[in-house]
T-cell receptor
């Protein structure tokens, strides 16, 4: 099993809807997680970090970390066409990244 | 403050050649990490340097090497290039090694091996 898994294929959501992304991990020692957004042809940029169990909200983004179940999720509320990108998750050591979830927001 | 810079931005090489890529971190940042990104494998960690010392190394063959200089600038070298080395090579810098340090990526070097 890879250290960080993002298995779902491209996610198409209508503008204004909620996009839900999930990431599972195998290293129980991972204390915190980061979500990066990568536009096509660009480098990743950090959009959310979460350091403890539970939810963290930042604008239209909500990250949730569940250490018992070893998953971290990202919700994008009121999705906008500008949210169309690939979203990568990584644990705090940043030695492993998920392959990413591509999100396409349809106007 | 200037961001992470990488040179060159694009590179075309042939099999068997070697290549050196350069990364200048954000001023004041002492940690530099390198990643390889391909459509099939995603973003894969190569190595991390802090204060000229390699802290971590990913699962890549010995053809991949790196170093960091006293000014925190870093280089990575790939010898005996193979077709499969074609990828986007990303450098990322952060202030130190704390897990809370935000990591900033450079624009990448697109390497094509023919």
């Amino acid at each position: 099993q890879k250290e960080v898994e993002q298995n779902s294929g491209p996610l198409s959501v209508p503008e204004g809807a909620i996009a839900s992304l999930n990431c599972t991990y195998s290293d129980r020692g991972s204390q915190s997680f980061f979500w990066y957004r990568q536009y096509s042809g660009k480098s990743p940029e950090l959009i959310m970090s979460i350091y403890s169990n539970g939810d963290k909200e930042d604008g239209r983004f909500t990250a949730q970390l569940n250490k018992a179940s070893q998953y971290v999720s990202l919700l994008i509320r009121d999705s906008q066409p500008s949210d169309s990108a690939t979203y990568l998750c990584a644990p705090n050591n940043r030695l492993a990244f998920g392959k990413g979830n591509q999100v396409v927001v349809i106007p | 403050k200037a961001g992470v810079t990488q040179t060159p931005r694009y590179l075309i090489k042939t099999r068997g050649q070697q290549v050196t890529l350069s990364c200048s971190p954000i001023s004041g940042h002492r940690s530099v990490s390198w990643y390889q990104q391909t459509p099939g494998q995603g973003l894969q960690f190569l190595f991390e340097y802090f204060s000229e010392t390699q802290r971590n190394k990913g699962n890549f063959p010995g053809r991949f090497s790196g170093r960091q200089f006293s000014n925190s600038r870093s280089e990575m070298n790939v010898s005996t290039l193979e077709l499969g080395d074609s990828a986007l090579y990303l450098c990322a810098s952060r202030l130190g090694t704390a897990s809370t340090d935000t990591q900033y990526f450079g624009p990448g070097t697109r390497l094509t091996v023919l």
